[in-house]
């Protein structure tokens, strides 16, 4: 996720710890992203903007895992549990302060940290100042999740694709997916029914795809996946098969569904990409899947 106004925030955060690298990061269960850093100072350690390792090489699980306090390392060569980790010769870490960065509702989004390359002398009195930021942070990503996220879905909106393709940086491939009969459980069911099986369609598109792949809902029925860095045929193939499979099959539910999917398949290039001439060639794609009798796939 790409959050515009967090680069701003570091900055501040870095006039009031300075001589640091400082990031915001990302954790979940299994693993942490640096979403964002700054480093004014030219520290030289190895920690570096969209960077995701497993959570358990990343000193932040100790926030994470823990009672998800603040956590003050001086000296990480000399810490029982820094000590031990490889990130800290790799990537020249010789002191460590880190906070947690909380949605309104309680849920931790990630931890806002700095970073040393040198033996650290960090007090009470750094911590109150990230812990500061910590809570500017938490208004600005709720305001940005309001923003990028759709809310019945908890998806990325059409904002974030334009956001997505205003920022390219690689190639990849996109999927243009319209649910095939999906009017009819609304008719038939009633709206409540229809939201429940668009959740349940964006939780089995999630299931198949990668955590690096990105999933937006446009609206109504239709959703689109962003695949940064893939463009082999072969591979989009088998991601399309696997998607109509699991979209075609509702008899786990509680309703008589004859609901599948129909899909436009287009590449596009960093250095010449158009996010509505993608969208527009995925969808003629998509038409005439449609009208060669739905649940199917085909290239632009």
């Given at each position: 996720?790409e959050?515009?106004?967090?680069?701003d925030?570091?900055?501040l955060?870095?006039?009031?710890?300075t001589?640091?690298?400082?990031f915001?990061?990302?954790?979940?269960?299994?693993t942490f992203?640096?979403?964002?850093t700054?480093?004014t100072?030219n520290t030289?350690?190895q920690v570096?903007d969209?960077q995701?390792i497993?959570i358990?090489?990343?000193?932040?699980?100790q926030?994470?895992f823990g009672?998800?306090?603040?956590?003050?390392?001086?000296n990480?060569?000399?810490?029982?549990f820094?000590?031990?980790?490889?990130v800290?010769?790799?990537?020249?870490?010789?002191?460590?302060i880190?906070?947690?960065?909380?949605?309104?509702?309680?849920?931790?989004?990630?931890?806002l940290?700095?970073?040393?390359?040198?033996?650290?002398n960090?007090t009470?009195?750094d911590?109150?100042?990230?812990?500061?930021?910590?809570?500017?942070?938490?208004?600005?990503?709720?305001?940005?999740?309001?923003?990028i996220y759709d809310?019945l879905?908890?998806?990325y909106?059409?904002r974030?694709l334009n956001?997505f393709?205003?920022?390219?940086?690689?190639?990849g491939?996109?999927?243009?997916?319209?649910?095939?009969?999906?009017?009819?459980?609304?008719?038939?069911?009633?709206h409540?029914?229809?939201?429940?099986i668009?959740i349940?369609?964006g939780?089995r598109?999630?299931?198949?795809?990668?955590?690096?792949?990105r999933l937006?809902?446009?609206?109504?029925d239709?959703f689109?996946?962003?695949?940064?860095?893939?463009t082999?045929?072969?591979?989009?193939e088998?991601?399309?098969k696997k998607?109509?499979?699991?979209?075609s099959n509702w008899?786990?539910?509680?309703?008589?569904l004859?609901?599948?999917?129909?899909?436009?398949i287009?590449?596009f290039d960093?250095?010449?990409?158009?996010?509505k001439?993608?969208?527009?060639?995925?969808?003629?794609?998509?038409?005439?899947?449609?009208q060669?009798?739905k649940?199917?796939?085909k290239?632009?």
């Amino acid at each position: 996720m790409e959050y515009p106004a967090i680069s701003d925030l570091l900055k501040l955060v870095n006039q009031s710890i300075t001589g640091m690298k400082i990031f915001l990061g990302r954790t979940t269960d299994e693993t942490f992203t640096v979403i964002k850093t700054i480093d004014t100072s030219n520290t030289g350690i190895q920690v570096f903007d969209n960077q995701t390792i497993d959570i358990k090489g990343s000193y932040c699980q100790q926030i994470f895992f823990g009672n998800q306090e603040p956590l003050i390392i001086n000296n990480t060569r000399e810490h029982p549990f820094t000590s031990k980790l490889p990130v800290t010769i790799e990537a020249n870490i010789f002191s460590y302060i880190g906070v947690p960065v909380f949605y309104k509702d309680g849920e931790m989004f990630g931890t806002l940290c700095a970073l040393g390359n040198s033996e650290g002398n960090f007090t009470e009195d750094d911590i109150e100042t990230l812990q500061s930021f910590s809570n500017l942070f938490s208004y600005v990503l709720e305001l940005e999740k309001l923003a990028i996220y759709d809310p019945l879905t908890n998806l990325y909106n059409r904002r974030y694709l334009n956001l997505f393709f205003s920022n390219l940086e690689n190639s990849g491939s996109l999927m243009f997916i319209d649910l095939d009969n999906f009017k009819q459980v609304n008719d038939l069911y009633g709206h409540d029914a229809g939201d429940e099986i668009l959740i349940e369609v964006g939780n089995r598109i999630s299931n198949v795809i990668k955590s690096t792949d990105r999933l937006v809902r446009l609206g109504g029925d239709e959703f689109v996946i962003i695949l940064p860095n893939q463009t082999k045929a072969t591979v989009n193939e088998s991601i399309a098969k696997k998607l109509i499979d699991q979209l075609s099959n509702w008899e786990d539910t509680s309703y008589q569904l004859s609901v599948s999917a129909s899909i436009g398949i287009v590449e596009f290039d960093a250095e010449d990409c158009d996010i509505k001439q993608l969208l527009k060639a995925a969808d003629n794609a998509l038409y005439e899947v449609k009208q060669e009798g739905k649940r199917g796939f085909k290239y632009a």
